[in-house]
């Protein structure tokens, strides 16, 4: 009896090993896949954002000029600092949503400097602001864009889901990539 179940035990660990071996081979080409579209889709809007965040230096020190230093304009250089220091070319899915947090970080202060300029009469009569937050304006992202690339990492999220694709996915180092706002 006690070697009946030490063959059962043995023959249940193959299994368990061979069913993570066959899991692991058949879904890390997906994940990959996924995360390429994700990477492809990501790149032309980190290069559209790129050439749209050059812009707020001109924005910040216009905010900083205003007479008095404002919460605003700390929260506009953090989130801008934090953009430029993870965009980069680098196209793995920790990367990307590093990249992806930074942009709906920054797009989000952005939509609050918006919001005080429009509110205060000072603000909306300085011309190098307003200026500034118009070629800001002209510089966005087209809805297409971001929506293709939501999907894809609709799709790449998906793939993580489920309680063994999520335990390949992660000892893979596949993380899930969170969403784009946009502007």
Excluded at 18 to 37: I, S, V, Y
Excluded at 102 to 126: D, H, T, Y
Aim: aromatic share 4%.
């Amino acid at each position: 009896m006690f070697r009946a179940i030490r063959r059962l035990l043995l023959l249940l660990c193959v299994a368990v090993i061979a069913g993570g071996a066959l899991l692991t081979l058949t879904g890390k080409p997906k994940l990959e896949d996924a995360r390429r579209d994700v990477a492809d889709e990501w790149s032309t809007i980190r290069s559209r954002l790129s050439t749209r965040y050059e812009n707020l230096a001109v924005i910040t020190e216009a905010l900083r000029t205003s007479g008095r230093e404002l919460a605003i304009t700390e929260a506009l250089s953090a989130a801008h600092s934090t953009w430029d220091s993870t965009s980069t070319s680098n196209t793995d899915s920790d990367a990307i949503a590093r990249q992806i947090s930074a942009a709906n970080a920054l797009e989000g202060v952005l939509r609050r400097v918006r919001g005080i300029v429009a509110a205060s009469p000072r603000f909306s009569k300085n011309g190098d602001l307003t200026s500034a937050l118009d070629r800001l304006s002209q510089t966005g992202t087209d809805p297409a864009q971001i929506e293709a690339l939501n999907r894809s990492i609709d799709a790449a999220n998906h793939e993580r889901d489920g309680f063994l694709r999520r335990l390949v996915a992660t000892a893979l180092g596949y993380r899930d990539i969170p969403y784009f706002a946009g502007e």
